[in-house]
């Protein structure tokens, strides 16, 4: 039997981890991302360099003219900094997924101790948007090294990658938790999802440039939206206002149903 | 019941070609063969993909970008379309990387995680015929991919004359090198953090060696560097080819890959010599 | 030294018209040093063929470092070794193609089925496919697995594994079979069945020479053993007589709490022939257990447990090194 004074002192034990559990989740991410912190930084710094010295200005030489009101670099950065964020979300969201539930079950133990499935969906989520963003700063800094950014409103094409990625992430992620034997498919995602992505996105030239039987993967894309939000921060691409208010309605519905499917499956697989 | 294999062995020892001593044993095959029945077991779309990476490229950068340039001018001064410009490079870049994934992050998984070296090399088997065996499985697939894409260079024109079949047996030259060296460089790596590091090397690499646009861009120092970088000769290579616009200069290429490939086949045996047989 | 056994039948093909030595394997003075750090240092010992051997001893002894030796895939610092007659240095893949090794951990090929792993192994001989594919369908049977041919290696018990590596290693029909810690980490059952496909191997003639640091294992499928530590040989000798020269018929184990163990084997003086105290018990080595036990309890000690057993291959590693095998 226990006492009511031994009972209000368990209840009190659960509470701290019911309020902070995500954090703990995201603690132990961010922890173990120590481990490749040396790859971290020198793609960092590096990606921005290679991307933008080579496309930005190499490729810019054999593209005459503007594109809209912009230069041919001006053009390119907001995607490729939303690109960025993208590469780095899709990343997170796979490998460590896949590892918490199979190469190295940490979840389960997570799980045995008072952390919920949905704490931890929340916590890796929290975790890769902390990855994101010192990621998406680096590459910002250069782009205005580079000239790439005529307005000052262009700095908010850090949130903006940032969202951009993390509504790709979700989407990956509500999926990566379903995998219960590896068979190849992160490569998969990364080469009938995430690299078709990039390249139909409109990042290296508008997508009406395309055939229309190759321009609605930019419309499903949520990195399409992501980039023409960038643009109309980075340089005021004029677009309608509500073609705007899709570029942020239709990521934000992406990642708020891949967050939900994510927290069910992984609450289901724990507790099944 | 059971009954307990009490075959005598009916089967001599293959001899060995002297010349290598005991690091071949003239059986690559057995390494090839063992190659070919494990991609019964993978997953078809992952073998698939490597087919379409070169393909997405052509269709995103050929055309949409290709309908903003007019002309791209070789090497030779020729004046070309800009997806007759990309597509023999999106074929080298593509060979090169097709050799790099086989041998290194599958040869590092190999040879750490599935410790399936060690089992061949516990038999008759030499580390020679190791590497020989799986950069000939490289090869081979690299082969079908390369001729995949040259089949829808053909249906884009791209390919502007006949040379451009010689560019088959040039992407396995490429690949060759790529796969050798990359073997080599593994066979030292101990993480995949380690691992990383070819990636770094790798992006540069792919976005500089003139295949977007020519070099001639940048500084004359940065084309000097470029040059040294074995993708620019592969793209250079296999451009000339389908292009049509032959020179003797091809051969410098045609060098520089034989060139590697020996250093590649020389250190990767050493190093397989050193890991498992000492 | 033990007279060898006749070399059994079935056992001189191979390598045409070359002559079978006495020993299958000598070793004399056999060192491997790694930098500062010696594995191996100075063993000899001999192997007759259709001997059944064994080198006991606890991790970090430098058992598989020898085995890599033997195995032809290690090269030695110093010493003399001979496989078949052969030196390993000059003719590794000629040793190694009449050798069939189980590596301590389980090296199949994960991307290949069960039935696959046999032939392409074969294959790496040089054994034309035919053959191969026949003895693959007779070494399943062997193994147990043949309703397994077509699983995925992934899919099989650990058992199953390592009976699917050992048919492996007798792909190519092997003259010595090399076993590094067979059924480390099984299940006691399936160790049970391994040891049965062992002891078939053995009753047919095959040489094995097994690493362990299981005293029952060795007891039970070895005609000889060497007990390493520290890279060097403790003793030597077949099981039964190894327990009678450096132990006592049983052994009485008596506990009595882990803060007193040490200060009631002061009052233990005179019981047994001589007593080992370890930090959770204190083993008193007599020929007749009983009696000890019953002078311990005369003389007003009571252990919480007791047990009397019979000595083992354990008992003979602690006298010789002060130390257990395991852990």
């Known amino acids: ?272 | 019941m059971t009954t307990t294999p009490a075959a005598p062995s009916t089967f001599t020892p293959p001899s060995r070609g002297r010349l290598l001593g005991s690091i071949y044993a003239g059986n690559s095959r057995a390494v090839l063969g063992r190659g070919l029945l494990a991609t019964r077991t993978s997953n078809y779309w992952i073998i698939l993909s490597g087919f379409f990476e070169p393909v997405f490229y052509l269709l995103s950068l050929g055309i949409g970008l290709g309908s903003l340039i007019h002309g791209v001018t070789t090497t030779t001064g020729q004046v070309v379309s800009y997806q007759a410009y990309i597509a023999p490079a999106l074929l080298a870049v593509s060979a090169m990387n097709g050799a790099i994934y086989d041998s290194t992050w599958n040869v590092f998984f190999k040879m750490n995680y599935a410790k399936l070296y060690e089992g061949m090399l516990a038999t008759s088997i030499g580390p020679f015929d190791v590497a020989l065996g799986e950069i000939a499985f490289a090869l081979l697939r690299g082969l079908l991919y390369a001729i995949g894409f040259m089949v829808v260079m053909q249906v884009f024109g791209l390919n502007l004359a006949w040379t451009a079949l010689l560019a088959l047996p040039a992407v396995l030259l490429i690949a060759f090198g790529f796969a050798s060296l990359g073997m080599a460089v593994t066979s030292y790596m101990k993480t995949f953090q380690q691992m990383d590091w070819i990636n770094f090397v790798m992006l540069p690499m792919f976005i500089f060696s003139a295949t977007f646009y020519p070099i001639t861009v940048y500084p004359q120092a940065i084309q000097y560097i470029i040059e040294v970088l074995p993708l620019w000769h592969g793209v250079e290579l296999v451009r000339g080819l389908t292009t049509g616009s032959l020179s003797w200069g091809l051969l410098w290429h045609v060098l520089y890959f034989a060139v590697m490939i020996t250093i590649g086949l020389i250190f990767t045996t050493k190093r397989l010599k050193a890991l498992f047989l000492n | 030294m033990r007279a060898f056994r006749g070399n059994p039948a079935g056992q001189s093909s191979g390598l045409g018209s070359y002559p079978v030595p006495q020993a299958v394997i000598t070793a004399s003075s056999l060192t491997k040093k790694y930098k500062d750090f010696v594995a191996v240092d100075g063993i000899s010992f001999e192997v007759a063929p259709g001997e059944s051997f064994g080198l006991l001893g606890p991790n970090g002894a430098g058992k598989s470092t020898t085995m890599r030796m033997v195995g032809a895939v290690s090269t030695r610092t110093s010493g003399d070794l001979s496989i078949l007659g052969l030196d390993p240095n000059d003719h590794g893949p000629e040793i190694r193609s009449q050798l069939g090794v189980v590596p301590q951990q389980d090296n199949l090929d994960q991307e290949l089925r069960v039935r696959d792993n046999l032939i392409v192994y074969g294959r790496y001989f040089g054994i034309p496919a035919r053959q191969v594919a026949r003895r693959a369908d007779e070494l399943l049977e062997f193994a147990q697995l043949t309703d397994r041919a077509k699983s995925r290696v992934d899919d099989l018990s650990g058992g199953m594994k390592r009976r699917l590596t050992i048919a492996r290693a007798l792909v190519n029909d092997p003259r010595i079979l090399l076993l590094d810690e067979p059924t480390t980490g099984l299940d006691p059952q399936a160790r049970h069945i391994l040891w049965d496909r062992l002891f078939r191997l053995k009753e047919q003639g095959t040489t094995l020479v097994l690493t362990t640091h299981y005293m029952d294992e060795a007891e039970q499928l070895c005609d000889r053993i060497v007990v390493v530590d520290k890279g060097a040989i403790m003793a030597e000798g077949s099981p039964a007589a190894l327990i009678k020269q450096y132990s006592t018929r049983e052994v009485v184990e008596v506990r009595f709490g882990s803060d007193r163990n040490a200060q009631v084997a002061t009052q233990l003086d005179g019981i047994g022939e001589r007593s080992e105290v370890l930090p959770d018990r204190i083993l008193i080595y007599s020929d007749n257990g009983e009696a000890a036990l019953t002078r311990i309890v005369e003389r007003g000690l009571s252990p919480m447990t007791s047990l009397v057993r019979r000595s083992s291959l354990e008992d003979v590693f602690l006298r010789l090194t002060g130390r257990s095998l395991i852990e």
């Open chain 1, 1 to 272: 039997m226990t006492t009511a004074v031994e009972r209000d002192a368990i209840i009190a034990a659960g509470s701290k981890p019911r309020r902070w559990g995500s954090f703990y989740v995201a603690e132990h991410r961010i922890r173990s991302m120590r481990a490749y912190l040396q790859t971290l930084v020198v793609t960092s710094f590096g990606n921005p360099l290679v991307y933008l010295f080579g496309l930005g200005v190499g490729l810019a030489r054999l593209v005459p003219t503007e594109i809209g009101h912009a230069t041919y670099l001006e053009f390119v950065a907001p995607a490729l900094l939303a690109s960025a964020a993208v590469t780095v979300a899709a990343e997170e969201c796979t490998y460590p997924v896949l590892m918490g539930f199979k190469w190295n079950p940490i979840f389960y133990a997570m799980n045995a101790a008072p952390i919920s499935g949905t704490q931890i969906v929340n916590g890796l989520v929290l975790a890769v948007g902390v990855r994101m963003l010192p990621t998406v700063g680096i590459y910002f800094v250069f782009m205005l090294l580079f000239g790439a950014v005529p307005s000052a409103l262009g700095v908010l094409g850090i949130l903006i990658a940032v969202f951009t990625g993390m509504s790709v992430g979700l989407l990956i992620m509500a999926y990566t938790s379903t995998i219960v034997e590896d068979r190849g498919q992160m490569a998969l995602i990364q080469r009938f999802g995430i690299m078709p992505m990039f390249l139909f996105s409109g990042t290296f030239f508008p997508i009406t440039q395309l055939p229309v039987y190759l321009q609605w993967i930019g419309w499903i894309s949520p990195l399409w939206h992501g980039t023409q939000l960038g643009r109309d921060a980075s340089y005021g691409q004029s677009e309608p206002v509500w073609l705007i208010a899709v570029h942020i309605a239709y990521p934000l519905a992406l990642g708020a149903f891949g967050w939900w499917s994510t927290a069910r499956t992984v609450t289901r697989r724990l507790n099944a």
